[in-house]
C-alpha cells in the first residue's frame, strides 16, 4: 500500500487537482502493483475534502468509548464496500513543551483494538514505536497559541523510546492473543539497562533565534 495524502480534509485549502496529480503520478511509477490509500479524520466534512476518487480510503481516530460502527458510519457513506482500515490508531499522543507528558489510558485502547477484531477491522497502530526527533525537526502543534513538540516521540506508545515493552505492549498481546484463541511461550525481552546522570546543569550559550542554523549543525 502507498499513501497518496495524509489527512488533507484537515487542510484549509481543498484543491481536488493537485490530489488528482498526486494519484496520477503514483499510479504511472506504480501501476497496478501496489494499492493506493488516503488517511483521513472520520467525519463526513474531512472524508469529503480529502478522499480521490479511484483511492482507498482510510480513517484515523483513537480509543474510544462510542460504538465502533459510528466511526466507519461517514467512511461506509462514501466506500460502502469496506474493507474498514483504520491506518492510524493511536496509542497515545505528542508531548509539548511546558505540559504534562501526554498519556493514553491502556484499558481503552484494549477495548477498541477487540471491538476492531470483533467486526473485522483492519487496523495500524500509531506510534507502536517510540521514536526520537532530533534538532530542530520535532515540529510542533497549536490550539490559541503554538505548541512546541518536545524532542521526545516516545508517544506513550507499546515500544517505548529506548525501545522496551511496556505495560501497554503486554495488554494489547494479550487480548489479541485472546481474541484468536492462541497462546504464546516467546520470552518478554528484559528492559535496558538506564543510566542515571544526576543534575545536569545548563549554561546559556546563545538564543535560539541568533543561531538556530548552527545549533541544527552541531545537532
Not at 485549502?13 to 499510479?27: A, F, G
Not at 457513506?77 to 489510558?105: C, D, F, H, K
Not at 484499558?107 to 483492519?122: C, D, G, K, M, Y
Request: aromatic letters at 12%.
Amino acid at each position: 500500500m502507498i499513501q497518496v495524502e495524509n489527512e488533507y480534509g484537515s487542510y484549509p485549502i481543498n484543491d481536488k487537482n493537485y490530489t488528482i496529480w498526486l494519484k496520477n503520478i503514483m499510479e504511472k511509477h506504480v501501476g497496478n502493483d501496489a494499492v493506493l490509500f488516503t488517511t483521513d479524520g472520520f467525519t463526513t466534512d474531512l472524508l469529503t475534502r480529502g478522499t480521490i476518487p479511484g483511492v482507498f480510503a482510510t480513517v484515523d481516530f483513537g480509543p474510544s468509548d462510542e460504538p465502533i460502527e459510528e466511526k466507519f458510519d461517514a467512511l461506509l457513506a462514501i466506500q460502502p464496500n469496506g474493507p474498514l482500515v483504520n491506518s492510524e490508531l493511536y496509542t497515545g499522543w505528542i508531548s509539548y513543551w511546558g505540559r504534562p507528558r501526554a498519556e493514553t489510558e491502556t484499558q481503552a485502547l484494549v477495548n477498541t483494538i477487540v471491538a476492531f477484531l470483533q467486526n473485522n477491522v483492519s487496523f495500524s497502530m500509531y506510534m507502536f514505536h517510540g521514536g526520537t526527533n532530533f534538532g530542530f525537526t520535532a515540529g510542533s502543534g497549536s490550539e490559541e497559541t503554538y505548541l512546541a513538540d518536545i524532542t521526545s516521540y516516545d508517544y506513550d506508545a507499546p515500544v517505548s523510546e529506548a525501545g522496551d515493552l511496556t505495560p501497554k505492549y503486554i495488554a494489547i498481546r494479550d487480548a489479541i492473543m485472546k481474541s484468536l484463541n492462541k497462546s504464546s511461550d516467546l520470552t518478554i525481552p528484559i528492559a535496558k539497562k538506564k543510566g542515571d546522570y544526576g543534575e545536569v546543569k545548563l549554561h546559556p550559550v546563545c538564543s535560539c533565534f541568533s543561531c538556530p542554523i548552527a545549533l541544527s549543525f552541531c545537532l
